[in-house]
């Protein structure tokens, strides 16, 4: 996937598409990163998100990995000058992490941009980083299990992913199962809101501390 030439219309695109909805999801769960020190934030875009958690949390320091070129310029203007982010520019399957640990990991509107064995490794390198205990914060969409909600939600991803693959050559055409990833990899659910009819999620996920969370990381 190459967002480089969604970057400037990225969030006007949303907000025709979703209206505010997308942003208070990314926005919900600043009050639980209140406390992190050390955050990861995967595919950040173009910088709405960071921005906000560094105006929040005046102690966070912040790495992103980020693969477009421009999403990081947008970003970096919208973020001025700091040195409480660091930039690691490049595609989350080739490119080499950052070392843990970190006190959360944060991924909006990211791990649905990759299939189901990509998306399996993102959240293995990034569990292997994060603290016992540490957070996961997403946000994403989802595909409600029956009824008019399905359908809703299907159509909707029908359109977003014929329209990502027009317009950056996203590969992929449907969700990974995110939730049961983030599951066999030790995480328990321990938030969540929805909107959209079940469409669109911001969720906390915990990882154990325990023997159970290292045996569903080997499992992965
Ligand atoms: C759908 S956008 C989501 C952006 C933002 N997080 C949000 O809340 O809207 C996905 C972002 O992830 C980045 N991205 C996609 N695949 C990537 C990869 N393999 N490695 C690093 N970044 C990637 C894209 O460049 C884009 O900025």
Redesign the pocket.
């Known amino acids: 996937?190459?967002?480089d030439r969604l970057a400037r219309l990225?969030r006007w695109v949303?907000y025709a598409a979703f209206g505010r909805t997308?942003e208070r999801c990314?926005f919900e769960r600043l009050g639980e990163l209140a406390e992190a020190r050390r955050v990861l934030v995967?595919?950040?875009?173009?910088g709405?998100?960071v921005n906000r958690l560094v105006r929040e949390n005046g102690a966070a320091r912040v790495v992103i990995?980020?693969?477009?070129t421009r999403?990081v310029r947008v970003a970096k203007q919208r973020l001025g000058a700091t040195e409480r982010v660091e930039w690691r520019m490049?595609?989350?399957?080739a490119?080499a992490w950052p070392e843990g640990p970190f006190d959360a990991v944060v991924?909006?509107?990211?791990l649905?941009?990759?299939r189901e064995e990509e998306a399996r490794q993102v959240v293995r390198q990034a569990s292997e980083r994060l603290t016992p205990g540490g957070l996961w914060v997403v946000?994403e969409f989802c595909e409600p299990e029956a009824g008019c909600r399905r359908l809703h939600a299907r159509a909707w991803l029908g359109v977003m992913y014929l329209f990502?693959r027009w317009t950056?050559g996203l590969r992929t055409n449907r969700l990974p199962d995110w939730r049961g990833l983030l599951e066999r990899a030790g995480f328990r659910c321990v938030a969540r809101r929805q909107w959209r009819w079940g469409l669109v999620a911001s969720e906390v996920w915990r990882r154990g501390k325990t023997e159970e969370s290292r045996e569903g990381s080997r499992m992965l």
Do not use: P, Q
């Open positions: 996937m190459n967002a990225y949303e997308l990314r995967l595919g950040e875009g173009d709405r998100f990995m980020e693969s477009s999403m490049g595609d989350v399957l490119a991924t909006h509107f990211f649905d941009c990759f946000s990502f950056t």
